[in-house]
């Protein structure tokens, strides 16, 4: 059953079929020519999916996203980080690398990443030296970390996929989000004192504080996201309910950014955007059903079991696996389809819940930066107006370092599960 759904979606989403209607079709498919599963049970399993209190973030932090690239809070984080880091050697690298870490902590959203604070950095970077094709590489990797860096979406669905504490894993993405910036920030330096780019300039501590001063409204957003659900005042969905009425204040009122009209427009959007994501949870139940039906997931632990000597090669075999696969699939359907498949074997070999889903969630990233389906790298593109030949061109370094990064947090799981065990909270 399970490879004769799987050559059904291939095969339909060859020519042309959305992923989430050719995954319902392939599943509902094999469901009633290999069971005599009544087709009402069906529809009732897929509602079964989207009835869930935890996916209602989901939505929910989607509108914060666009309340923040709709609200121009971007040129306040930019500027904050130009004087934060601006100075050092290769100065406009490293903003692009913290502009992306404190706009992920308000958004969510790689693909907001680049709509709102892209363009700015590119253009920053040209100015002070930068080659265009490294500036406009460095957009694209470092627009991941708004996927990895708490309240991300991605997280927020692998946790209510696995039903593990979405609070948690959370907290969990922020240690390795940070160190994946850092990565990016030791390679920028080396780079940019090597060729020349962007040398150092001197320290203004009064333009820090100023533009500080600018940014310390929406920068609070992570900060009472993050504090209320680790201190249990409420929880991660009710934590993005607070984060919508707290982002559309600042942006209609505050700051009067967004005329009131628009947001009848920011919320079809959301609805749209929402609606995709939450279709592909419906289909992907039905896919999981048959997958367990099978026995898949106990096939895959005992062939895990077969060619690998324990938890960080089997790890490892699951890395590479999940690159290719986020090269050819959208993040969150390889989730909804993978979860229920890979975290038995895993937890069975011995490798915890709360690190696989974050080294999963972060190699699917990959996928946003890498050809053929990568909507990061068509967003730069367009963004930068820039060919996708030039633009693959340019990144292909900056792609190598994430990847050698997100290979340490395989080998490394101190690095996603330190910080939580030392906060209390695993």
Sequence with gaps: MSIALLLLFLGLSALGVPLAVALGLASAAVIMMFTSTPIDLLSQSMFSAMNSFLLVAVPLFILVGHFMERGRVAERIFDFAEAMVGWMPGGLGHVNVVSSVIFGGISGSSVAD???????????????????????????????????IPPSILV????????????????????????????????????????????????????????????????????????????????????????????????????RTIPPLEIWNILVETARASGTILFIA????????????????????????????????????????????????????????????LLPPALKMGIDPMHFLIVMVITLTLGLVTPPVGVCLFAVSQVAKMSIEDVIRGSMVPVLILTAAILALVLFPVLTLGPIRLLGLY
């Excluded at 632990?301 to 699939?329: C, K, N, R, W």
Aim: net charge neutral; aromatic share 12%; proline share 6%.
């Design 156 to 255: 927020v669905i692998a946790g209510s996929i696995a039903n593990v504490s979405i609070g948690t894993l959370l907290v969990a993405g922020l240690i390795p989000g940070l160190f994946i910036a850092f990565v990016f920030m030791v390679f920028n330096h080396f780079y940019a004192v090597h060729y020349g780019y962007n040398p150092p300039s001197p320290f203004n501590f009064r333009l820090v504080v100023t533009t500080g001063l600018r940014a310390i409204l929406p920068m609070l957003t992570p900060v009472i996201l993050l504090g209320g659900i680790v201190n249990g005042f409420f929880t991660p969905t009710e934590a993005a309910a607070i984060a919508v009425v707290y982002t559309m204040l600042l942006s209609v009122i505050v700051y």
């Design 114 to 148: 680049i709509a709102s604070v892209g363009a700015i950095e590119i253009k920053a970077m040209e100015r002070h030296g930068f080659p265009k094709g490294y500036a406009v590489g460095m957009t694209l990797v470092t627009s991941t970390l708004s996927s990895i």
């Design 282 to 341: 419906a289909t992907a139940k039905l896919a999981a059903w048959v997958f367990a039906f099978d026995g898949l997931p106990v096939q895959v632990a005992e062939f895990l079991a077969g060619i690998s000597t324990g938890p960080t090669m089997a790890l490892f075999l699951i890395f590479l696996f999940l690159i290719v696969v986020g090269m050819f699939m959208d993040a969150i359907a390889a989730m909804f389809i993978l979860i229920p498949v």
